[in-house]
T-cell receptor, first 118, second 115 residues
């Protein structure tokens, strides 16, 4: 069962455009929603994260929009640059009650391969 | 800060051999996670530890897989016997689980090829 569904699988955007990547989740126990960026040959790196008590979070050129009732969240990249070309993963984890009081493991979407053309 | 350290970075072995992957988490972190990445299945959680105690190993695919965390600064993931379908990139991640944060820092991964 895929608990976090991510779309699109791949995306090509011109420099300066605003790529949008969408994710939907099923498990209402999820309460932490990060986005990770991965370059070839590297491990994923945290980009930005949100909790369901807010509907939007911005960090630099990256924005997460969150819709709790629809169980959907999305990543927007403003003024995209060729250096943003990478694979992006949405993820989700549950609250501490499910993990013995510590951090919970992440459930990842399948990833979006983003190419920003110069 | 050295980040999460994994070894080896690349491992090529033959079917039936034992494989041991190693991870050193970031100093002071109290949660450690093992993930596997393949083209077909994406990033999957295998097992994680909080304060050196295994919390959830439901992602471990078979009894051939085992993981240990003997102390706060070291963990191993062992596959015995290995099979070609185990070929993947294995990532270790660590986090300091305080408050509500769950920021996980990933290592560079171990690329495992089983022939």
């Amino acid at each position: 069962q895929q608990q976090v569904k991510q779309s699109p699988q791949s995306l090509i955007v011109q420099k300066g455009g605003i790529p949008i990547i969408n994710c939907a989740y099923e498990n209402t126990a999820f309460d932490y929603f990060p986005w990770y960026q991965q370059f070839p040959g590297k491990g994923p790196a945290l980009l930005i994260a949100i909790r369901p008590d807010v509907s939007e979070k911005k960090e630099g050129r990256f924005t997460i929009s969150f819709n709790k009732s629809a169980k959907q969240f999305s990543l927007h990249i403003m003024d995209s640059q060729p250096g943003d070309s990478a694979t992006y993963f949405c993820a989700a984890s549950r609250g501490r009650m499910y993990s013995g009081g510590g951090a919970d493991g992440l459930t990842f979407g399948k990833g979006t391969h983003l190419i920003i053309q110069p | 800060d050295a980040g999460v350290i994994q070894s080896p970075r690349h491992e090529v072995t033959e079917m039936g051999q034992e494989v041991t992957l190693r991870c050193k988490p970031i100093s002071g972190h109290n949660s450690l996670f093992w993930y596997r990445q393949t083209m077909m299945r994406g990033l999957e959680l295998l097992i994680y530890f909080n304060n050196n105690v295994p919390i959830d190993d439901s992602g471990m695919p078979e009894d051939r897989f085992s993981a240990k965390m003997p102390n706060a600064s070291f963990s191993t993931l062992k596959i015995q016997p290995s099979e070609p379908r185990d070929s993947a990139v294995y990532f270790c991640a660590s986090s300091l689980s305080t408050g509500g944060a769950n920021t996980q820092y990933f290592g560079p991964g171990t690329r495992l090829t089983v022939l």
